[in-house]
Structure formats: C-alpha cells, structure tokens
C-alpha cells in the first residue's frame, strides 16, 4: 500500500537559482531604465547660448583698463628743513622750472650763518695781522741782510788791499791773514743769513697759502650756507603743473620729505595693471590699441614692472601715434594689448561654461541638434571674444557655451 507524502510548503532550496535570476534581471532592468535617467536631463533650448566651432585667425590680446599719468612726475621733496611760512603756488597751476612753490624758514640755519660769518670776520682780521707782522720781519730781514752785505763788502776790499800789501812786504804777515779770516767769516755769515732769509720766504709763503686756503675755504662755507638757505625756497625742476601739494601753513617739513609732485604734461603714458596670470607673456615692446570716439590709437609696451601686489603687476605704455584731443590725466582707456601674431587656429566664443569646466570639457551638439554630450577638451589661448581649442572639437561642430551649473555633473542633455 502506497503512502501519499504531503508536499512541502514554502522556498525549497531547488527554487535559489530562479529566486537570484530574477533578481538580477529585475536589478539590471532597472539601472537601465533608471541609471540612464540620471545622467540625462532635460533642457529648454531657448535659455541656451550656442557656438560655433571654426577655423579662422586667432588675435592673441587680451583686455586690460588702462589710465591716463603724465609721461614724467617729478616729486617735490625740499632739500632743507623748516617751518611752511608762505604757499606761493596753489594745486592744479601751471608752473615753469624755478618758480617758486612752497617759502620755508628755519632759524637755526639763520644763527648758523651769523655764526660763520663772525668767524669768517675774525679769521679775516687774524689774516690781516698776521700779513702786517710778517711783512715787518721781511723788512727787518732785508735791512739785516743790506748790513751783511756791507759787511761782507768791506772786508773783501780790506782783505784785498792787505793781500797786496803783504805780497810787497809792506805789512805784517799777521795783518795779513787777520784780514783774511774777517772775510771768511763775512762770507760765512752772509750766506747763512742768505739762506735763512730764504727759509724764512718759503715758510712765510707757505703759512700765508694756507691761510688763504682756510679763508677761501670759510667763504665756500658760508656760499653754501646762502645756498642752503635758498634751499628753503622749494622750486619746480620742471615745466609742468602742480599736481599735489601737501602742506599747511605751520607745519614742519623734513628734510627729503615728500610734500607734492609737479606732472610733466608734455605727453603721457597708459599706467595699466595686468593679472599676474600674464606676467610671463607681457614684456617691453608689445603693441596695444584702444579706441576712442571712432579713432584707434596705438601704443607700446615701455616698461613691465616685476613687482607683484594683490595679483597683478604694473605696466607703462605709451603712445607711438597720435593722442586724443581731450586726453586728461585720470582718464580710463580699455586697451587691447596684443601678446603674438594672428594664427590660424580652431576657436570657440567665449562663454560662461568654463566657470563650471576649467576648460576641460563642454557639451556638444548631436547633428540635429537635439541632443548635446560631454566631451573633453583642451583650451588654449583666449582673447576676450575666443578660446583657441587645441584639442576635442572639429570646425564645423556647435557647443553650448552658456553656463552648466544646473547640469554639470550630466552627462546627456536633451534640447527640447
């Protein structure tokens, strides 16, 4: 007899299999149809910027505000210190070289040329003394010198006379050799007072020299102090207009100290600071433009200055042409300053995208232009209209250039 088993109710381990087949392909349709969803999106096609791909000359400038500063400033520094007395010269005048801007005064420089040329005064006099004593012992000298001179005189005469006589036997051998030895001793004495009197002249020209010198030296002195005191006369070196005095009557200035400055008008230059992004590219020489009121103007590149403040660095342009009619210090010019020649190369226009991008990638355009992919690129130059692409996109293609911050982690768009 045949005994009916009952079946066993719930998952048996023959049905595993068919249970984890099914949950992959559950699994799998559904990052199909939904994992796709998630890096597509829909979008309204009329918010978007497109461009144009092509292949055309690429201008390697870009644009910077540029503004108008004398082409020369000379700063107005006094090279005496003292106390402001007089503003002769107001801000914003016209001045020619040596007129006077600022008076100065200071009484100690007053007391320090009263007090040389009391000693100049005293010096003098000493001088005139001293000439007086030493032209006396010249005198005593010469009249000294006349004596010897008589004496020497006589007793050659004597000596000879007693020659002659003692070579006829007329006198005493010892008379002789007495006149003999009166004359040596004349001779001797004239010429040590001979050389002593020229001693005497050199030291006497030697000591009035110097004294002279000290003198001229005391006179120069008190020339410069003159001078220093019409250094309390700030002057203008230049032709220009006085662009910024700082003072207040009564106040103490320094010697050295900035108090303005005179703008030399007869040109001008473009001062323009420039992104330290560039300051490897910009150098002297490069040619910039700008336009004002339907004329373009050309400038070049003077000087670069290698000092970076708050990322940028300053540069001088100045003209090579003509300058505006109304040009004016402190005026703003948006200049195009030129970095190469044109080449050809593939360009986009400008746009918000690379915000988002850096430049490495950008939505394309499908043929019918309903959809647009991700894709990577490369960004070379740019100017302010274009970016030159190096690499990822032909001429010929369209991209969206408008901003991708709401989409940018998609991959498709679909334009509707």
Not at 58 to 64: E, G, H, S
Not at 153 to 182: C, G, H, M
């Amino acid at each position: 007899m045949d005994i009916q088993l009952e079946k066993k109710k719930g998952l048996q381990k023959k049905h595993i299999p068919y249970v984890a087949g099914g949950a992959v392909l559950v699994f799998m349709i559904g990052w199909i149809l939904f994992g796709n969803h998630a890096s597509t999106l829909r979008v309204d096609a009329k918010g978007l910027s497109i461009g144009n791909v092509t292949h055309e000359l690429f201008n390697d400038f870009f644009r910077v505000d540029g503004q108008v500063q004398p082409i020369t400033v000379v700063q107005l520094s006094p090279e005496e210190g003292g106390i402001v007395r007089e503003k002769v010269v107001e801000e914003g005048s016209t001045v020619r070289k040596g007129d006077v801007i600022v008076r100065l005064s200071n009484s100690s420089l007053d007391l320090e040329i009263l007090n040389a040329e009391a000693e100049l005064a005293e010096k003098q006099n000493f001088l005139r003394n001293t000439q007086v004593t030493m032209e006396q012992d010249k005198l005593n000298n010469q009249m000294e010198k006349l004596q010897y001179d008589m004496d020497m005189s006589r007793s050659l005469r004597t000596f000879e006379q007693q020659k002659r006589l003692y070579e006829e036997d007329l006198i005493a051998r010892e008379d002789y050799l007495q006149a003999k030895e009166n004359f040596e001793l004349a001779s001797q004495k004239h010429a040590l007072i001979t050389e002593r009197l020229r001693q005497d002249s050199i030291s006497r020209t030697i000591q009035m020299d110097e004294m002279e010198a000290s003198l001229a030296n005391m006179r120069r002195n008190i020339r410069l102090i003159h001078e220093r005191k019409e250094n309390l006369n700030v002057r203008s070196q230049i032709d220009g207009e006085l662009g910024l005095l700082d003072v207040t009557l009564g106040q103490s200035i320094s010697p050295g100290q900035k108090i303005g400055q005179i703008n030399d008008l007869s040109d001008y230059k473009i001062e323009a600071m420039i992104d330290e992004h560039y300051i490897d590219r910009v150098r002297a020489g490069l040619k910039a433009t700008f336009e004002r009121q339907g004329a373009t103007y050309e400038l070049i590149v003077r000087k670069v200055y290698p000092e970076v403040r708050d990322g940028k660095f300053r540069t001088d342009l100045v003209f090579t042409s003509e300058r505006p009619d109304n040009i004016r210090s402190g005026q703003t010019y948006y200049i195009n300053l030129e970095l190469g020649q044109p080449t050809e190369s593939v360009i986009i226009p400008k746009g918000t995208f690379f915000q988002s991008t850096g430049g490495n990638w950008i939505f394309v355009l499908d043929a019918d232009g309903k959809r647009a992919y991700r894709r990577s690129i490369k960004i070379g130059r740019q100017n302010p209209q274009y970016y030159e692409v190096l690499e990822g996109l032909e001429p010929g293609e369209r991209v969206i250039v408008s901003g991708y911050e709401s989409y940018k982690d998609n991959e498709i768009l679909i334009l509707e």
